[in-house]
Nanobody, 122 residues
């Protein structure tokens, strides 16, 4: 099993910043892609940013220039630095690590975290 723990959400004024963290732990051989998604009430879960095992990044158009994703592979941790936050950034942010279990079959896995709430006041 793999445990995924997100932190760093909160209430911030428009124009402010937040730094989200997500740590994966458990029976992990290797984590490849790590991603952040957001889900607002009544809406689908959408990709915000992702980072590969080699460090390649991909961002949603709505956050380019405002958001930076980074990872510490030794700690199986991914970060999301969000700046110039806007009211439309309000959502629950979920972390999604993809990887390989540490077992004889090297089975792949993907997990979702419970999410951390980001609220931006106007």
């Amino acid at each position: 099993q793999v445990q995924v723990t997100e932190s760093g959400g909160g209430l911030v004024e428009a124009g402010g910043s937040l730094r989200l963290s997500c740590a994966a732990s458990g029976n992990i051989m290797r984590i490849s892609n790590m991603a952040w998604y957001k889900q607002a009430p009544g809406e689908e879960r959408d990709l915000v940013a992702e980072i590969s095992g080699g460090g390649s990044t991909n961002y949603a158009d709505t956050v380019k220039g405002r958001v930076t994703i980074a990872r510490d592979s030794a700690k199986n941790t991914v970060y999301l630095e969000m700046n110039t936050l806007e009211p439309q950034d309000k959502a629950v942010y979920h972390c999604k690590p993809d990887g390989i279990y540490r077992d004889a079959d090297y089975r792949p896995f993907e997990y979702w975290g419970q999410g951390t709430q980001v609220t931006v006041s106007s």
